[in-house]
């Protein structure tokens, strides 16, 4: 590269990152204070978007702007005010699942209001043309831009650290049960953040018009850079974020730049992944603050009755008599269930008896498909023998990922087993060799006699209540009681022997093995295996089918995924919107039942 | 009473007889919306077409379309259910070449014919094509093909290329290296850019292919991303005494979002839909207008032939019955607005062509002049080399 070449990429990183900085703000101060994992940041961004170009076709660009973050501003506080606000005594991440339904809702409102295409917005009066810069044409725009990230930064700072409400914030974010308890209204606090971070997601969205259109794919895309960005910057932390942004954008410029562009797809992540590892809490961010009050403290799980267990049998039995009665779709649609059940217990092996939430779980039900796959078609191994094996590739991933996630705690640990499953995912989308590129193995089927799909559906049933049984097993062995008392109190848990470390890191490898195990019986049913099998949308169903059964409970995953394979395939075929449709359930259930539906039905029978 | 019974028996007979020919049909309408919504109304266009007609063989053609989610998992889902609880007789659809590729894999596993409309990757009709599996629209190969003798002649030396980051883009881009090098000796490429799909830093690529200094580029970039470059491009000048080809550029679906912006002169594959006046291109598109008031995209086309392929593939075969229905498809010779096309029995791609010629403005949007019509017939490989492919 020249040096006017790098001079312009760098500049190029600079309006980069400004863009970025102005969602990720927001996310940040959002979780900083409400501690909300806020799924549907992305969704406001996208509004604001949308807004800011329908806007600007009526009042013109500079108008539209403010008026789009006002408007998204607003969206925001109502969606704290009718929906967070119910449910911010609920366990933590279940908050993620009411945003995951708005991000649902919001996709389809957009969908149906500005129609299907992707619009670009006008060009910013005053800001149309290029300035010459080293010789070479530089978009006026990208100028504008690069001055006006710090100029958001430094009027956050200002409001955060010279005002009595930005003091608040911050002690909020510090410890929100003493500022609860010093006498500060912190539903108004919380309100107001919220109001605050959506506008600035919705000032992010309509400022980038000019620059990127508008497009109903955008949300989960921004949803990913922001949170990327604000936890290498540090959990609510506003300079941690910006410095994030500009690490970020400067590396995507310059990957770009130096022809090395196929790296793009993760290099945030890898960044990522090595600021977690150097840094657990980020570059600027500090330990979380203990949580207090009844969300830190779980119900000790009961192991099931002699009644439950006969419940589960017969249900075993009744599942087993089902293809007397019918050799169809029933059978295709139930081994999808029993498939995602298996996958869903084992995310919720970590998540709950583990207190170790993963935004990355499909990593390792990618990664035993893509090795039964590979086992089967590269290596020629008979079905049954790659069947069993795959799970080992899991296994193996999850020793490695493991041991680098488990030194974390929290989000971090989250979003670093996301990393590694974005990392997982692109080498996978890439590696045409082994894993057939972005098209994925074709002609994965299992052996004549597991072909039909009854065979395949016991196979499925048996292998995957098996598998079942055997986690639930370990939950109430002393693996399991040591692994609940490492996750309720580290520090006690340490004191009398046990290993904290190594047992999170074995509940770990636990979880992916079997997950594997569910991705591999996955690849057999579909005959095929692409990289969305470990992609972020496959990790947040896990997530959803956990959240909606509920995490502290035992069996809850297994009746979650059930539901929500199941409203999936029928919704989707009965109605034009069924994202918003599914949304709209998720919000009802998570209102109606903020403990999960197995634990709602747990407490009507305790009482 | 017996007038009642012998009429009764009369339409029972009947309906037996009459039973409708029932096509499953699965594409991504949530993922791919603005090419997928035109191609549902070119569906049911022929649909309303051939049943007006009489339907086929005397069978009514029924149409039951569901959404595949846009991944290859619940595709596969959705096209079991569409075997076994709507008894569909053949599948039909699908756009991602991923989801494409599940689909072929299961049709030819449950031994049912699936035809392929919208998925251009090579590899459905080659390295995984199987015996049930057809495909209507111009591969990534054949478009790639069609832009190669344009390019030639602009006698460009040096070459910089901008893909998506998947396979679409990566055989397009290995497909244009290897064609232009044969039909141009000599010529250099000097730069590639593979940002990921939908997700292009376009200041920062239009840098790097500026810094290469090309003297052509060849494209395969569309929608979101073509929106962007083109943006950046123009702005940051890169276009300025730089040759472009675009693959897909003149496709409605991605041209039109351009607006004032299209760039003029670049070479593309696209769908002129306005000039072609051609007997059987005006008769689809007067009716197509008429019938939903808008204009036709490539995705009107590609749905409305895909429908009529089946009838036509079940009106010569005399049945729904899955064998004869791919004994009749291979070879099969029929109309389309494109013109004539021929279902080719060494691959069972079809001969579908696409336009190619120079995008301008006109009236404050982009239209393609100085078109022709490129047959897909004549953009292919040796059959020798197929047949390597497909392993026969």
């Given at each position: 590269m020249s040096g006017s070449a790098v001079l312009l990429q760098f500049l190029n990183g600079l309006s980069g990152a400004s863009a970025l900085f102005l969602v990720a703000a927001g996310l940040s101060l959002i979780f900083g204070v409400t501690r909300i994992v806020n799924f549907a940041h992305g969704s406001l961004y996208m509004l604001g978007m949308y807004l800011a170009v329908w806007l600007s076709a009526r009042i013109g660009f500079w108008a539209s702007v403010p008026l789009a973050a006002a408007l998204v501003a607003a969206g925001g506080a109502a969606v704290e005010m009718l929906l967070l606000r119910r449910i911010y005594k609920a366990p933590e991440l279940f908050q993620l699942l009411a945003t995951f339904a708005v991000v649902l809702l919001v996709k389809d409102l957009a969908l149906w209001a500005w129609g299907p295409e992707d619009t670009l917005g006008p060009r910013a009066p005053g800001f149309a043309g290029a300035v010459e810069?080293?010789?070479?044409?530089?978009?006026?725009?990208?100028?504008?831009?690069?001055?006006?990230?710090?100029?958001?930064?430094?009027?956050?700072?200002?409001?955060?650290?010279?005002?009595?409400?930005?003091?608040?914030?911050?002690?909020?974010?510090?410890?929100?049960?003493?500022?609860?308890?010093?006498?500060?209204?912190?539903?108004?606090?919380?309100?107001?953040?919220?109001?605050?971070?959506?506008?600035?997601?919705?000032?992010?969205?309509?400022?980038?018009?000019?620059?990127?259109?508008?497009?109903?794919?955008?949300?989960?895309?921004?949803?990913?850079?922001?949170?990327?960005?604000?936890?290498?910057?540090?959990?609510?932390?506003?300079?941690?974020?910006?410095?994030?942004?500009?690490?970020?954008?400067?590396?995507?410029?310059?990957?770009?730049?130096?022809?090395?562009?196929?790296?793009?797809?993760?290099?945030?992540?890898?960044?990522?992944?090595?600021?977690?590892?150097?840094?657990?809490?980020?570059?600027?961010?500090?330990?979380?603050?203990?949580?207090?009050?009844?969300?830190?403290?779980?119900?000790?799980?009961?192991?099931?009755?002699?009644?439950?267990?006969?419940?589960?049998?017969?249900?075993?039995?009744?599942?087993?008599?089902?293809?007397?009665?019918?050799?169809?779709?029933?059978?295709?649609?139930?081994?999808?269930?029993?498939?995602?059940?298996?996958?869903?217990?084992?995310?919720?092996?970590?998540?709950?008896?583990?207190?170790?939430?993963?935004?990355?779980?499909?990593?390792y039900f990618g990664l035993g498909a893509y090795g039964a796959g590979v086992l089967l078609l590269r290596l020629a191994a008979p079905m049954e023998l790659a069947l069993a094996l795959a799970p080992l590739f899991a296994l193996a991933g999850a020793l490695v990922f493991g041991w680098f996630c488990v030194r974390l705690s929290g989000v971090y640990l989250a979003m670093l087993t996301l990393a590694f499953a974005q990392i997982a995912w692109s080498i996978a989308f890439q590696w045409d060799a082994v894993t057939g590129g972005s098209n994925g193995l074709i002609g994965v089927w299992p052996a004549a006699w597991l072909a039909s799909k009854t065979a395949f559906y016991y196979a499925a049933l048996l292998v995957c209540a098996a598998a079942l049984a055997l986690l639930w097993r370990l939950v109430f062995s002393p693996f399991g009681y040591a692994l609940r008392a490492s996750r309720d109190s580290a520090l006690r848990a340490e004191a009398i022997g046990i290993p904290v470390r190594a047992v999170q890191w074995a509940a770990f490898c636990v979880a992916?093995?079997?997950?594997?195990?569910?991705?591999?019986?996955?690849?057999?049913?579909?005959?095929?295996?692409?990289?969305?099998?470990?992609?972020?949308?496959?990790?947040?169903?896990?997530?959803?089918?956990?959240?909606?059964?509920?995490?502290?409970?035992?069996?809850?995953?297994?009746?979650?995924?059930?539901?929500?394979?199941?409203?999936?395939?029928?919704?989707?075929?009965?109605?034009?919107?069924?994202?918003?449709?599914?949304?709209?359930?998720?919000?009802?259930?998570?209102?109606?039942f903020p403990r999960g539906v197995a634990g709602f039905v747990r407490e009507r029978i305790a009482r | 009473m017996r007038t009642v019974f012998l009429v009764a028996a009369l339409m029972v007979s009947n309906s037996v007889l009459a039973q409708p020919i029932r096509i499953g049909e699965l594409n991504s309408y949530k993922v791919f919306p603005a090419f997928l919504e035109p191609y549902k109304k070119g569906m049911e266009l022929a649909l309303e077409e051939i049943n007006a007609a009489g339907g086929v063989n005397g069978r009514k053609l029924e149409l039951v379309s569901r959404d595949d989610g846009g991944t290859p998992g619940d595709a596969v889902?959705?096209?079991?259910?569409?075997?076994?609880?709507?008894?569909?007789?053949?599948?039909?659809?699908?756009?991602?070449?991923?989801?494409?590729?599940?689909?072929?894999?299961?049709?030819?596993?449950?031994?049912?014919?699936?035809?392929?409309?919208?998925?251009?990757?090579?590899?459905?009709?080659?390295?995984?094509?199987?015996?049930?599996?057809?495909?209507?629209?111009?591969?990534?190969?054949?478009?790639?093909?069609?832009?190669?003798?344009?390019?030639?002649?602009?006698?460009?030396?040096?070459?910089?290329?901008?893909?998506?980051?998947?396979?679409?883009?990566?055989?397009?881009?290995?497909?244009?290296?290897?064609?232009?090098?044969?039909?141009?000796?000599?010529?250099?490429?000097?730069?590639?850019?593979?940002?990921?799909?939908?997700?292009?830093?376009?200041?920062?690529?239009?840098?790097?292919?500026?810094?290469?200094?090309?003297?052509?580029?060849?494209?395969?970039?569309?929608?979101?991303?073509?929106?962007?470059?083109?943006?950046?491009?123009?702005?940051?000048?890169?276009?300025?005494?730089?040759?472009?080809?675009?693959?897909?550029?003149?496709?409605?679906?991605?041209?039109?979002?351009?607006?004032?912006?299209?760039?003029?002169?670049?070479?593309?594959?696209?769908?002129?839909?306005?000039?072609?006046?051609?007997?059987?291109?005006?008769?689809?598109?007067?009716?197509?207008?008429?019938?939903?008031?808008?204009?036709?995209?490539?995705?009107?086309?590609?749905?409305?032939?895909?429908?009529y392929a089946i009838a036509n593939a079940a009106k010569k075969a005399g049945s729904a019955d899955t064998e004869k229905l791919v004994e009749a498809l291979k070879g099969l010779q029929m109309q389309s607005p494109f013109g004539p096309i021929t279902w080719r029995p060494i691959d069972h791609q079809s001969t579908m062509g696409a336009y190619v010629g120079q995008l301008a403005k006109k009236g404050g949007r982009g239209v393609m002049v100085n078109w022709h019509y490129a047959d897909g017939a004549k953009f292919q490989p040796s059959d020798r080399e197929i047949r390597a492919l497909r392993k026969e």
């Open positions: 810069i080293a010789g070479r044409a530089f978009p006026q725009y990208d100028l504008l831009l690069i001055g006006l990230g710090p100029l958001v930064f430094l009027l956050l700072y200002l409001l955060l650290t010279k005002t009595r409400w930005g003091i608040l914030v911050r002690a909020a974010t510090q410890d929100r049960e003493m500022v609860g308890a010093l006498g500060v209204n912190q539903k108004l606090l919380f309100t107001a953040v919220f109001m605050l971070g959506a506008g600035l997601a919705g000032l992010g969205g309509a400022l980038v018009i000019p620059r990127e259109p508008a497009s109903l794919e955008i949300d989960l895309a921004v949803v990913s850079d922001a949170f990327v960005v604000v936890v290498v910057g540090g959990l609510g932390s506003i300079p941690g974020a910006f410095l994030a942004a500009l690490l970020i954008g400067e590396i995507k410029a310059f990957c770009i730049g130096l022809g090395y562009s196929k790296i793009t797809l993760a290099v945030e992540f890898i960044v990522m992944a090595v600021v977690l590892v150097l840094r657990p809490w980020g570059l600027l961010g500090r330990p979380q603050a203990a949580m207090r009050g009844p969300a830190a403290l779980e119900a000790p799980l009961d192991p099931p009755s002699g009644r439950a267990v006969a419940a589960l049998l017969a249900l075993f039995a009744g599942l087993a008599a089902i293809p007397a009665f019918t050799t169809g779709y029933t059978l295709v649609l139930l081994t999808d269930v029993l498939v995602f059940a298996l996958f869903a217990a084992s995310l919720h092996f970590m998540m709950g008896p583990g207190g170790m939430a993963s935004f990355g779980h499909a990593a992916g093995l079997f997950a594997g195990l569910a991705g591999a019986l996955f690849a057999f049913s579909k005959g095929s295996i692409s990289p969305e099998t470990l992609s972020v949308p496959r990790s947040v169903e896990g997530l959803v089918m956990v959240l909606l059964g509920g995490v502290q409970t035992l069996t809850g995953p297994v009746w979650g995924a059930a539901l929500f394979t199941w409203l999936e395939d029928s919704v989707s075929r009965g109605f034009e919107y069924w994202r918003a449709a599914i949304g709209g359930v998720i919000l009802l259930l998570v209102l109606a | 889902r959705v096209a079991e259910e569409l075997l076994s609880r709507e008894k569909a007789d053949v599948l039909m659809g699908t756009f991602a070449s991923n989801v494409g590729l599940a689909v072929a894999n299961l049709a030819n596993q449950r031994k049912v014919l699936f035809l392929a409309s919208e998925p251009l990757t090579d590899k459905i009709v080659w390295e995984n094509g199987n015996r049930y599996t057809f495909r209507l629209r111009p591969s990534t190969y054949m478009q790639t093909a069609m832009l190669v003798p344009q390019a030639a002649k602009l006698g460009k030396k040096r070459w910089a290329i901008v893909y998506p980051n998947y396979e679409y883009g990566q055989s397009a881009a290995a497909s244009f290296k290897k064609l232009l090098s044969q039909a141009q000796p000599g010529i250099e490429f000097v730069a590639e850019q593979a940002p990921a799909l939908g997700k292009i830093d376009a200041g920062a690529v239009v840098q790097a292919l500026a810094d290469a200094k090309p003297d052509a580029i060849f494209s395969a970039l569309f929608a979101a991303d073509l929106q962007k470059f083109v943006r950046e491009g123009n702005t940051r000048g890169l276009f300025k005494n730089v040759a472009v080809v675009n693959l897909l550029g003149g496709e409605p679906e991605y041209l039109d979002p351009l607006k004032d912006e299209t760039p003029e002169g670049w070479w593309v594959t696209g769908y002129p839909w306005s000039e072609i006046d051609t007997p059987e291109h005006k008769r689809f598109r007067d009716a197509y207008q008429k019938r939903w008031n808008d204009y036709p995209r490539v995705g009107s086309v590609v749905g409305y032939t895909s429908v």
